[in-house]
């Protein structure tokens, strides 16, 4: 099991230039879910998808985040301008929800996002 | 809005020691789950306890529940230079979605 895998692991980028964070979760998980951890605000949930639909996208900062899920096997939360304030560690988080209770996440290593 | 909040922020330790890190949450629960994050790494899951469970041991962890006082404990017992983490409780909510909510998490230190 190659577990959750997120590409690039390091990105920096100049302010306004467009940003795109990959993620392959575990083969078989229904569940997926986009996290910013950050020194002052911690882990905040920006998007999670069940069955590649998103559920709940509350947790998007702005307009200039979106994410998609075009395949079960995939995903991308995609930054259009990029602005300072969104240098954090994204990470990407998969599971199997097969009843109410919630599943263990599994977690990528994370992508940490510089914008200078 | 519903958030663990761990408890101490930075525990420094001799290794064979025990480490015992509390959470506490604001609203209803149905599980609450404990994660570990090495340096660099992402969240690795430890356990996971359901709102009718007062008590779960895994290994060397032991974890405990008192939904009266909305907390929760995590106790590393003989705790290793292996063990030097964050670890972090994650709370969902009893509404039924998939929304896990982190606290800030506890930074533990085991010194050889």
């Known amino acids: 099991d190659a577990g959750v895998i997120q590409s690039p692991r390091h990105e920096v980028t100049e302010m306004g230039q467009e940003v795109t964070l990959r993620c392959k979760p575990i083969?078989?998980?229904?569940?997926l879910f986009w996290y910013r951890q950050t020194m002052m605000r911690g882990l905040e949930l920006l998007i999670y998808?069940?069955?590649?639909?998103?559920?709940?996208d509350s947790g998007m900062p702005e307009d200039r985040f979106s994410a998609k899920m075009p395949n079960a096997s995939f995903s991308t939360l995609k930054i259009q301008p990029s602005e300072p304030r969104d240098s954090a560690v994204y990470f990407c988080?998969?599971?199997?929800?097969?009843?109410?209770?919630?599943?263990?996440?599994?977690f990528g290593n994370g992508t940490r996002l510089t914008v200078t | 809005s519903q958030q663990g909040e761990e408890d101490p922020q930075a525990l420094s330790i001799q290794e064979g020691e025990n480490a015992t890190m509390n959470c506490s949450y604001k609203?209803?629960?149905?599980?609450l789950q404990w994660y570990r994050q090495n340096s660099g790494r992402g969240l690795v899951h430890l356990i996971l306890?359901?709102?009718?469970?007062r008590e779960k041991h895994s290994g060397r962890l032991r974890v405990t529940l008192d939904t009266s006082k909305k907390s929760s404990s995590l106790l590393i017992t003989a705790s290793r230079a292996a063990d030097t983490a964050s670890y972090f409780c994650?709370?969902?909510?009893?509404?039924?979605?998939?929304?896990?909510?982190f606290g800030k998490g506890t930074k533990l230190t085991v010194n050889p």
């Open positions: 988080a998969s599971s199997l929800k097969v009843t109410k209770w919630n599943s263990p996440l599994h």
């Open positions: 083969s078989g998980h229904n569940s």
């Open positions: 998808f069940n069955n590649n639909v998103p559920i709940d």
């Open positions: 609203t209803s629960i149905n599980n």
């Open positions: 306890i359901r709102s009718n469970e």
């Open positions: 994650a709370t969902d909510d009893q509404g039924g979605s998939e929304k896990l909510v």
